[in-house]
């Protein structure tokens, strides 16, 4: 790989020497790989990279082409910031972890065969899984647990079905699935959905993310759904189901976002929510839908990340995340206050944001391939977005109620990292072409009509006099919503009541009766066959080497070395056996 270097190969590296490193020079080393990165990504030559044969099959460890390179590019810049956002940790675990999680990352996107697409999978599972358990609380702890579990469920759906797909097709390089779907696909892409949270796999999500450390949630807002949309796009463009799944998705996420208090849930079910605006893209599967889904991948990697940083910085000053236990805040961190609310005008697509110019493309893909409620339902998704993360959330974690906590700014550098990420969402939504260009397909689409603006502004106003008339409705409660995770939480306590009281009661029957009745059997039947052993079988051996033994003393008395005695023997012997032969003949 000589005109490529793979970005992944430097933060795994990255990531091995970060714990040897200390004070200044680990905060430059922390800085530095993700710049190399960035310059990595930046000069990287299309084409194939590292093909080799394992177990019969060809592989393919890096694949280089336009649809890559957005995703890529994206990543090493999050890269970049979160890093500068959790410079101010001391330990060096959560560092090792991010980094070691970006370079799966980027190992997924690159990957040309589902081998190593798979072996870096699993690497992003572990170490985002680190990010939660780093927290070091008994809610954290468990809901690592539960999120490990799901994906290493789809992990193994995942292997299962690439074994099965390579046994098929004979080759498991790693492109866009063709002919008709089957077992080994249908496995493949229950897993990218899972990764994906498209409901009702969703759930781990929102459970996870809020309970993950501060700088670890930023990290993981912005990778695990987005290489999924990248394998998805890859793997299954046009799937009629993802189109309506993604528009499920769009809807399911901004309805559960009302019902939340926990400033991180709310944003992780808007995850939920913007990535159905990339599935459905996916679905739809023409080059402007595929273009609108990698930049509205691009896009909210970078204000979602923002949007988490802000709700971290609060966390971080003040020790709290449930809306009634905030307000009051603008007075003492007007810097954050400012910052999130670009996140916000950008996630809620306002003109001139980065929203704005990347998901219009996706609902305007939808218009012109006749789907009507689809635009609809994605339209009214956007509306949902901005009533709930633009003005609720804003409001009673800044505004609304003095709640008497007057914390300061966060550390300079995570307002660093803010502001970089504010900055790039006002420059894509100003002068997108840059990001334009970086897409897969040609572009052939203009967000800044006077119609597209006046209609998103005019959606926009009606959202915020919604918001206003019914502020009372909306005022958080101190509840907890239940959510498809209902279900495995539930499954998992009749399984572990199934372990305790039936299972454990019928293991603890065998064993007594395996104590008594077939523990008294054996050792009878033991003793029966030493009896057995001793009283007839050694005896028949012993008899029958007694007769060997007593034969051979004999034949030893015949063998008396005297010449005349041999003759005569050889003699009778020839005797006898002519005189059998006479009667035999006879």
């Known amino acids: 790989?000589?005109?490529?270097?793979?970005?992944?190969?430097?933060?795994?590296?990255?990531?091995?020497?970060?714990?040897?490193?200390?004070?200044?020079?680990?905060?430059?080393?922390?800085?530095?790989?993700?710049?190399?990165?960035?310059?990595?990504?930046?000069?990287?030559?299309?084409?194939?990279?590292?093909?080799?044969?394992?177990?019969?099959?060809?592989?393919?460890?890096?694949?280089?082409?336009?649809?890559?390179?957005?995703?890529?590019?994206?990543?090493?810049?999050?890269?970049?910031?979160?890093?500068?956002?959790?410079?101010?940790?001391?330990?060096?675990?959560?560092?090792?972890?991010?980094?070691?999680?970006?370079?799966?990352?980027?190992?997924?996107?690159?990957?040309?065969?589902?081998?190593?697409?798979?072996?870096?999978?699993?690497?992003?599972?572990?170490?985002?899984?680190?990010?939660?358990?780093?927290?070091?609380?008994?809610?954290?702890?468990?809901?690592?647990?539960?999120?490990?579990?799901?994906?290493?469920?789809?992990?193994?759906?995942?292997?299962?079905?690439?074994?099965?797909?390579?046994?098929?097709?004979?080759?498991?390089?790693?492109?866009?699935?063709?002919?008709?779907?089957?077992?080994?696909?249908?496995?493949?892409?229950?897993?990218?959905?899972?990764?994906?949270?498209?409901?009702?796999?969703?759930?781990?999500?929102?459970?996870?993310?809020?309970?993950?450390?501060?700088?670890?949630?930023?990290?993981?807002?912005?990778?695990?759904?987005?290489?999924?949309?990248?394998?998805?796009?890859?793997?299954?463009?046009?799937?009629?189901?993802?189109?309506?799944?993604?528009?499920?998705?769009?809807?399911?996420?901004?309805?559960?976002?009302?019902?939340?208090?926990?400033?991180?849930?709310?944003?992780?079910?808007?995850?939920?929510?913007?990535?159905?605006?990339?599935?459905?893209?996916?679905?739809?599967?023409?080059?402007?839908?595929?273009?609108?889904?990698?930049?509205?991948?691009?896009?909210?990697?970078?204000?979602?990340?923002?949007?988490?940083?802000?709700?971290?910085?609060?966390?971080?000053?003040?020790?709290?995340?449930?809306?009634?236990?905030?307000?009051?805040?603008?007075?003492?961190?007007p810097l954050t206050v400012a910052l999130y609310m670009i996140g916000a005008f950008a996630i809620s697509a306002f003109p001139f944001f980065s929203g704005f110019v990347s998901k219009s493309m996706v609902v305007a893909a939808a218009g012109y391939d006749h789907r009507a409620w689809v635009m609809l339902l994605l339209t009214l998704a956007s509306s949902g977005t901005f009533l709930h993360t633009g003005l609720k959330l804003p409001y009673y974690m800044f505004f609304a109620k003095d709640s008497g906590l007057r914390p300061p700014e966060p550390p300079r550098n995570m307002l660093i990292a803010m502001s970089i990420a504010a900055a790039l969402c006002i420059g894509i939504g100003v002068y997108p072409a840059p990001l334009y260009a970086l897409l897969p397909h040609e572009v052939d689409f203009v967000p800044y009509t006077a119609q597209h603006v006046t209609e998103s502004l005019g959606i926009l106003m009606f959202t915020a006099l919604g918001f206003v008339l019914f502020l009372k409705s909306l005022d958080p409660e101190k509840t907890i919503s239940l959510d498809t995770d209902w279900v495995y939480r539930k499954g998992a306590r009749a399984f572990m009541w199934i372990a305790d009281v039936p299972v454990a009661r019928y293991e603890q029957a065998v064993s007594r009766f395996s104590e008594t009745v077939g523990l008294r059997f054996l050792h009878r039947s033991a003793n029966a066959s030493l009896r057995a052993d001793l009283g007839g079988v050694d005896a028949v051996v012993n008899g029958v080497a007694s007769t060997i033994l007593q034969g051979g003393r004999r034949l030893r008395r015949v063998q008396t070395g005297i010449v005349s005695q041999y003759a005569v023997a050889m003699v009778a012997g020839v005797v006898a056996a002519i005189a059998v032969y006479a009667v035999v003949w006879q």
């Open 1 to 333: 790989m000589t005109e490529f270097l793979h970005p992944t190969v430097l933060f795994l590296i990255g990531a091995v020497l970060i714990p040897v490193l200390n004070g200044l020079l680990r905060r430059i080393w922390l800085l530095l790989v993700p710049v190399l990165a960035i310059i990595s990504v930046a000069t990287a030559t299309p084409g194939a990279y590292g093909s080799l044969r394992f177990l019969g099959q060809e592989i393919l460890i890096a694949r280089v082409d336009k649809l890559s390179l957005v995703f890529a590019t994206v990543f090493t810049i999050m890269s970049l910031i979160g890093m500068i956002y959790a410079l101010h940790l001391k330990r060096a675990d959560q560092h090792v972890a991010a980094f070691a999680y970006v370079g799966s990352a980027l190992g997924v996107v690159f990957a040309g065969d589902y081998l190593t697409l798979f072996l870096f999978w699993e690497g992003m599972a572990f170490a985002s899984a680190y990010l939660i358990f780093a927290k070091r609380d008994q809610a954290a702890t468990r809901a690592g647990f539960r999120y490990l579990m799901v994906h290493l469920t789809g992990g193994v759906a995942l292997l299962a079905g690439i074994v099965i797909y390579g046994a098929a097709n004979g080759s498991v390089l790693f492109g866009p699935v063709e002919g008709a779907m089957g077992v080994a696909t249908y496995l493949i892409l229950a897993a990218f959905m899972l990764n994906a949270a498209v409901p009702p796999l969703n759930a781990w999500l929102t459970d996870a993310y809020p309970e993950a450390t501060v700088t670890g949630a930023v990290f993981m807002s912005a990778f695990t759904t987005k290489t999924a949309v990248y394998v998805l796009a890859r793997a299954f463009p046009g799937t009629e189901l993802l189109v309506w799944l993604g528009t499920a998705m769009a809807i399911y996420g901004v309805i559960y976002a009302v019902l939340e208090n926990d400033c991180r849930r709310l944003l992780a079910y808007h995850i939920v929510s913007q990535v159905g605006y990339m599935v459905a893209g996916v679905g739809i599967g023409t080059e402007m839908a595929v273009n609108g889904a990698a930049s509205h991948a691009f896009a909210h990697i970078l204000y979602k990340a923002l949007l988490f940083m802000g709700a971290g910085a609060v966390i971080y000053v003040t020790g709290r995340r449930k809306l009634t236990e905030l307000g009051g805040l603008y007075r003492t961190m």
